[in-house]
């Protein structure tokens, strides 16, 4: 039998206990969103990507900002998880990582960043359009190495939150607890994701601005995702 909260239970819960706090979160989003314009504008603005020491460098500065930008995410996951147990939230909780475990936020960031930055290289070849077998084989390396990288990071989603529970923890220890946790689970929390695109579409149709408030939301989800998924641990 399922013991688990179903999606519209999770987010049941977290609209209840988003009212009155999105003035906060909303600061929250601000201030990661205007991290991750600094790094476009410093990432693709400002380094010529036309030769291949460009591409280097490039790929080499993404890798510290994304790395960086664990800190604000481990930041995140401590708003949301004391949103989640019916704690007081304030901005100031977004830079928790830097003065609790950072070396071990970097550490697990690093292993994240480093399985996006690799799934993203076929993304990025050049493939001739007149060489249908060449162009099949792709499209399958393509969706194949697209579908590792969905299971990796459902795998390993829970880990900053583990964290924050287990600070005793070594960054591999939360790996693989969060790797043991979602075990039977993968699925759950990917059509909790998917339950969102119809919300996100909408978002996007409105000039990005309802996502302001989306991106509590979904946060808070996942925050109650995983009380969920440890109340029998």
């Known amino acids: 039998m399922n013991e688990y909260l179903t999606s519209a239970s999770l987010k049941s819960l977290a609209k209840g206990q988003l009212l ?3 003035g906060t979160l909303a600061g929250v989003v601000f201030i990661h969103l205007g991290y991750m314009l600094f790094v476009f504008f410093c990432s693709n603005l400002l380094i010529d990507t036309t030769s291949v ?3 280097l460098i490039y790929y080499a500065v993404s890798f510290v900002f ?3 930008e664990g800190l604000l995410i481990y930041g995140e996951a401590y708003i949301f998880l004391k949103l989640a147990c019916g704690q007081p939230v304030a901005v100031g909780d977004l830079f928790y990582g830097l003065s609790n475990n950072p070396d071990k936020v970097l550490k697990v960031q690093a292993v994240f960043t480093v399985i996006q930055m690799v799934c993203s290289i076929p993304n990025m070849m050049r493939i001739p359009q007149n060489q249908p077998l060449v162009l099949l084989f792709y499209v399958i390396l393509v969706l194949a190495v697209n579908i590792i990288y969905i299971v ?3 795998m390993l989603s829970q880990s900053f939150f583990l964290m924050l529970d287990f600070p005793q923890y070594g960054a591999k220890e939360v ?3 969060s790797a043991q946790v979602m075990k039977g689970s993968k699925g759950r929390l990917f059509y909790i994701y998917l339950s969102f695109l119809p919300l996100i579409l909408v978002g996007l149709c409105g000039c990005c601005i309802p996502l302001i408030w989306l991106y509590p939301y979904v946060q808070a989800v996942k ?3 995983y009380l ?3 109340k029998k641990r």
Request: aromatic share 14%; no cysteine; glycine share 10%.
């Open 20 to 22: 009155g706090k999105y």
């Open 53 to 55: 020491l460009g591409y």
């Open 66 to 68: 994304t790395l960086l």
């Open 152 to 154: 990796l990071t459902l």
């Open 175 to 177: 790996l693989v607890k």
């Open 223 to 225: 925050a109650n995702f």
């Open 228 to 230: 969920d998924l440890m």
